[in-house]
């Protein structure tokens, strides 16, 4: 057994785990999983630079994780940043911070390694199950960008593009510093758009089209499971593994749509960060289902921070 840490960093928030990996069995026991939402993408899209704020916010959850490593005695930590951090012209002050902290420097990856990471943590625990057929399309809706990556065993494909709920909320529904609330038809569009386009530009490297089973990640896929099942709050053990059909899914991303803020943020599984851009994140989602002629999606907590795990131990 190895004891490790990973982080991950992404436009929305920053998530931790600990864990004991053990390679000769391929198994990954939990030790503390957590995010937080701190938002480190806040207007790199328009600005193309870190915000102090977002970089303060950020900097105090890595104090919070710091002492949790501590505590549990990790051997290895790896911290990987991915698409805000990719962007931004200042990601010097990003990377210093981090150092300081918590003593690693932080890997600004790829989008191609991003997809690895994230195929390697959703399809590890799928080897064996019959009811899933191959290949997979995985699918990692993310703040800035969604990867997608399609394989059976190992990655065949693989390819990022920048769509993610907070850059599509921030560039189409933004407007005087206010998100739209709820957002016109106009700008439902403009996102759909973006979406279809950024489609067009994944096609010509993976072949959504083939795979099997669409398996998708993140807190966009993982709140629609949520309001789905209608859980009285947010419950990763139902939610992991759960499907959701595709017209469930258009159901409540239209709800998400045409609602308010207050309407939105009353729903018992929603995490406040995320009241503002998850009809933005369900829309990249149904899409996705409806370019691909997937049926329904296979819901995965365990995602990039799985696979980051796998790869220190």
Not at 1 to 17: H, K, Q, Y
Not at 156 to 162: E, I, N, Q
Not at 277 to 292: F, K, Y
Request: hydrophobic share 40%; proline share 3%; with cysteine.
């Amino acid at each position: 057994m190895t004891r490790v840490a990973a982080v991950d960093c992404g436009t929305n928030s920053i998530r931790l785990l600990v864990a004991d990996a053990d390679p000769a069995t391929g198994e990954l026991t939990e030790l503390d999983r957590r995010m937080t939402i701190v938002r480190l993408g806040q207007d790199v899209d328009r600005t193309g630079r870190l915000a102090p704020e977002a970089l303060e916010r950020t900097f105090a959850a890595c104090r919070e994780y710091a002492g949790i490593i501590k505590e549990h005695g990790a051997e290895r930590v790896r911290f990987v940043a991915t698409s805000a951090s990719r962007d931004a012209e200042n990601r010097e002050d990003f990377v210093r911070g981090v150092l300081d902290i918590l003593g690693v420097e932080p890997e600004v990856i790829s989008g191609d390694q991003e997809a690895e990471f994230s195929f390697t943590g959703a399809t590890k625990e799928l080897t064996g199950r019959t009811d899933l057929a191959r290949p997979y399309l995985v699918v990692d809706i993310g703040g800035g960008s969604t990867e997608f990556v399609v394989g059976d065993d190992h990655v065949r494909a693989a390819r990022s593009v920048d769509i993610g709920c907070v850059r599509m909320t921030e560039r189409h529904l933004v407007h005087g510093g206010e998100v739209s609330d709820p957002p016109t038809g106009e700008q439902i569009a403009a996102i759909r758009a973006d979406v279809e386009a950024a489609l067009d530009l994944a096609e010509r490297t993976v072949p959504l089209r083939e795979a099997r089973t669409l398996v998708g990640l993140a807190g966009s896929v993982t709140t629609v499971s949520a309001i789905a099942q209608e859980l009285p709050e947010y419950d990763s053990v139902r939610i992991h593994h759960s499907r959701i059909s595709r017209e469930r899914v258009r159901e409540i991303t239209e709800w998400l749509l045409r609602s308010t803020h207050a309407e939105r943020a009353a729903v018992p599984s929603m995490h406040p960060g995320r009241v503002d851009v998850i009809g933005a994140g369900a829309l990249v989602l149904l899409a996705i289902m409806e370019r691909t002629g997937a049926e329904e999606v296979v819901v995965s907590e365990h995602d990039i921070l799985d696979g980051i795990a796998w790869s220190v131990a």
